[in-house]
Structure formats: structure tokens, C-alpha cells
């Protein structure tokens, strides 16, 4: 069986999230099937998605439980974001298909290294062949003059659930729970040291570090692997 090794590293130790509880550093490494891990543009943003990710699951585990359900692709696949529902249909229906053909969520692979098995029923392929199959002007909605994402999600569930919890703003995981300040705290214990640094890895690893949180999260990399 493949083994996930869960490296908690203490770049992050004292970040705080949202809701008071201490953020950790993630870096996965999974051994006979190549590395998690990747130092690339996208890098940036799973780290801080995934270890809130990390946070919920490793809850689920600690109350006794082995299976949950998650929501992943729901935004990508009925326009939830922002910069999906305030295009055009025809830019929606796009890119739509675009995180159809694309998108991954680490889930799944976290949730085995704590023993939850992680299920995403919107990534089911049937779900995915409708979204991809709806019209733009389909996934929109106005209320209470806001426009909005993930209408059929909306009105599938009336009467099922309150208003406040239907047409709630889409805030994306990172907002919500706060792990946007990772962002402040990496950049905060790099210092002065960026330009010098980012230059000899550019010239010895062959990787563009572009900014104060990328090379953070290189140097946890390079003590990783």
C-alpha cells in the first residue's frame, strides 16, 4: 500500500486561522508513485487551500470517524467564483470545460494518510457531463440585486436549507478560513535575504522563485526532498 509521510513544518507553526485554532504547515510526500509536492506556479495556492483541508480532515479523524463527504468542484463546475459568474455565458460554458479537463483536488490523498476516505460527489462523472452540458445563463442568478454562482445548486436545495446558508456569499477556502495571512508570515521571516537568495536558486536549481512566499515555501521543500 502506498505510504503518505505528513511532514508538519514550522514555517507555519504560529499562524492563526479564522475560527482561533493554529495553522500547520503542510508538505506531503508520497513514496513509490513520485512526489505530491511540486514547486510551481499553482504551489502557493494548494499549500494554503490544502492545509485547511488537512485541519478538517485531521478533526474528522480525531472524532472517530472514516469517511466524509467534501464539496470539491462544485465551484469550478457551476461557476461559483467571482470571476466565473460575472463573464459572459459563453466565457462561463469555457471555463467550465476548462476545470473539467483540469482541475485536482489533494483530498483524497490527505484523507488516506489520516484513514478518512474522502468522497466528492461532484467530481462524479455524471455530475461533471451535466455541468459541462449547462448553458452559461444557466449557472447565474440574481437575489436581492447580487448576482451569484451555482444557481442549480441554490434552487436544488429551497426549502431544504435557510436563506442565509443558500445564497451566502462565495468566499474561497483560503478567505474563509483565514489562511490567507500565511501569505504575510512567510514573506515576514524571509526578510531581506529574497533577492540574493532567489538569484542562486535560479542559478543552481533552475527555478524562478518569484516572490517572498514561493521561495518560504522552496526552502521547506528543499529540506523535504
Known amino acids: 500500500a502506498k505510504r503518505i509521510e505528513i511532514l508538519v513544518a514550522a514555517t507555519a507553526d504560529r499562524v492563526t486561522l479564522n475560527n482561533g485554532q493554529s495553522l500547520r504547515g503542510l508538505v506531503l510526500k508520497q513514496e513509490g508513485d513520485g512526489l505530491w509536492f511540486a514547486m510551481d506556479e ?4 494548494f499549500l494554503r487551500n490544502d492545509v ?3 485541519e478538517g480532515l485531521r478533526e474528522v479523524a480525531a472524532r472517530g ?3 466524509c463527504w467534501t464539496g470539491d468542484g462544485a465551484d469550478e463546475l457551476f461557476a461559483g467564483y467571482s470571476f466565473m459568474y460575472e463573464r459572459s455565458p459563453e466565457e462561463i460554458e469555457a471555463t467550465v470545460r476548462r476545470f473539467a479537463a483540469t482541475m485536482r483536488f489533494n483530498g483524497p490523498a490527505i484523507g488516506r494518510a489520516l484513514g478518512v476516505e474522502v468522497h466528492s460527489p461532484y467530481l462524479h462523472p455524471d455530475v461533471m457531463a451535466h455541468a459541462v452540458g449547462l448553458p452559461g445563463v444557466a449557472l447565474v442568478m440574481e ?11 441554490r434552487r436544488a436545495f429551497a ?12 468566499d474561497p477556502i483560503e478567505v474563509g478560513s483565514g489562511a490567507t495571512r500565511l501569505r504575510e ?22 527555478v524562478r522563485i518569484r516572490d517572498a512566499e514561493h521561495l518560504g515555501y522552496y526552502r521547506l521543500y528543499r529540506d523535504v526532498f
Open 42 to 45: 499553482g504551489t502557493r495556492m
Open 52 to 54: 485547511v483541508v488537512y
Open 65 to 67: 470517524l472514516r469517511s
Open 143 to 153: 437575489r436581492d440585486g447580487r448576482r451569484m454562482g451555482k444557481a442549480p445548486l
Open 159 to 170: 426549502g431544504l436549507l435557510p436563506d442565509d446558508h443558500l445564497f451566502r456569499r462565495k
Open 185 to 206: 508570515h512567510v514573506a515576514a521571516r524571509i526578510g531581506d535575504a529574497f533577492a540574493a537568495e532567489a538569484a542562486r536558486i535560479l542559478e543552481e536549481d533552475r
